[in-house]
């Protein structure tokens, strides 16, 4: 089984920056597309930013030009730097892996608190 790891939340102001780490363990000999989501109160889960092994990123159109998200296939983590931060972005930050065969099985971590606050 593979397990993902966050880590890197916390509290900081609008404008500041944050990094957050994503960390896989157990047989994670198979990691296919990882990503953040993001879940804020009150609201559905969403797509932050995604990675495939071979490095081709995808970012939800409100957080383009402000985060960016790199992985380490041989160390097995990725992070997502995130500056310029806005109220609207304080969420739980989910770490989410594809691995297995086929990359059917979808693996998620138990998230991560970033807010933004003054």
């Known amino acids: 089984q593979v397990q993902v790891v966050e880590s890197g939340g916390g509290l900081v102001q609008p404008g500041g920056s944050l990094r957050l780490s994503c960390a896989a363990s157990?047989?994670?000999?198979?990691?296919?597309?990882m990503g953040w989501y993001r879940q804020a109160p009150g609201k559905q889960r969403e797509l932050v930013a995604t990675?495939?092994?071979?490095?081709?990123?995808n970012f939800a159109d409100t957080v383009k030009g402000r985060f960016t998200i790199s992985r380490d296939n041989a160390k097995n983590t990725m992070n997502l730097q995130m500056n310029s931060l806005k109220y609207e972005d304080t969420a739980v930050y989910y770490c989410?892996?594809?691995?297995?065969?086929?990359?059917?099985?979808?693996?998620w971590g138990q998230g991560t608190q970033v807010t933004v606050s003054s």
């Open positions: 989410n892996a594809r691995t297995g065969y086929l990359c059917t099985q979808n693996v």
């Open positions: 157990g047989r994670s000999g198979n990691l296919c597309v």
């Open positions: 990675i495939t092994t071979d490095g081709r990123t």
